[in-house]
T-cell receptor
Framework: AQKVTQAQTEISVVEKEDVTLDCVYE???????LFWYKQPPSGELVFLIR??????QNEISGRYSWNFQKSTSSFNFTITASQVVDSAVYFC???????????FGTGTRLTVIP | DVKVTQSSRYLVKRTGEKVFLECVQD?????MFWYRQDPGLGLRLIYF???????EKGDIPEGYSVSREKKERFSLILESASTNQTSMYLC??????????????FGPGTRLLVL
């Protein structure tokens, strides 16, 4: 069975604060892929990152960084110095090798207050 | 730049009507997907297609059908709309050379209200 849990339903931060969005996953596959997507108010899901299970290196892209830890089955997403434009719903997703579809978490709504 | 478009942003239909949701991608992608998004449930896969005229059921296919007559177009059909099909519908596509584990690119979504 595959499952993605995003325990934080809603988070509010003040602009310029750092914020971490949690993602915990379950899978029996040894090879799998993890994704983060952003859904701004316009509705379109915007792809942020894709990682495979053999690459545990943390990744940084501008103000965004991702911490992948297989030992805790987590793939957390941190936004540094948050901005109002970061306000959106963020989804974590998982697919196992050989599986046919992505499993999405229920999303975390981030509100950045100016 | 990948572009996935959906025919309508908002749609209001009556119970029992036949509803067509259209999705078009312009990047020659092999794979296309239809999801519905509901509060507290995330995105759930309805159907997907790996090639023209091919389709596979996702997690919640009941009450839906799909059509893929051309590579760039994937249609979702509600044969007889019901109020529990009120939802946000999202279409996605992926390149197809690496299987379903590839990155999926999404359209803007269609908010469907069934009265």
């Amino acid at each position: 069975a595959q499952k993605v849990t995003q325990a934080q339903t809603e988070i509010s931060v003040v602009e310029k604060e750092d914020v971490t969005l949690d993602c915990v996953y379950e899978t029996r596959d040894t090879t799998y892929y993890l994704f983060w997507y952003k859904q701004p108010p316009s509705g379109e899901l915007v792809f942020l990152i894709r990682r495979n299970s053999f690459d545990e290196q943390n990744e940084i892209s501008g103000r965004y960084s991702w911490n992948f830890q297989k030992s805790t089955s987590s793939f957390n997403f941190t936004i540094t110095a948050s901005q109002v434009v970061d306000s959106a719903v963020y989804f974590c997703a998982l697919i196992g090798a050989g599986a046919n579809n992505l499993f999405f978490g229920t999303g975390t709504r981030l509100t950045v207050i100016p | 730049d990948v572009k996935v478009t959906q025919s309508s942003r908002y749609l209001v239909k009556r119970t029992g009507e036949k509803v067509f949701l259209e999705c078009v991608q312009d990047m020659d992608h092999e794979n296309m997907f239809w999801y519905r998004q509901d509060p507290g449930l995330g995105l759930r896969l309805i159907y997907f297609s790996y090639d023209v005229k091919m389709k596979e059921k996702g997690d919640i296919p009941e009450g839906y059908s799909v059509s893929r007559e051309k590579k760039e177009r994937f249609s979702l059909i509600l044969e007889s709309a019901s109020t529990n099909q009120t939802s946000m519908y999202l279409c996605a596509s992926s390149l197809g050379t690496g299987g379903p584990q590839e990155t999926q690119y999404f359209g803007p979504g269609t908010r469907l209200l069934v009265l």
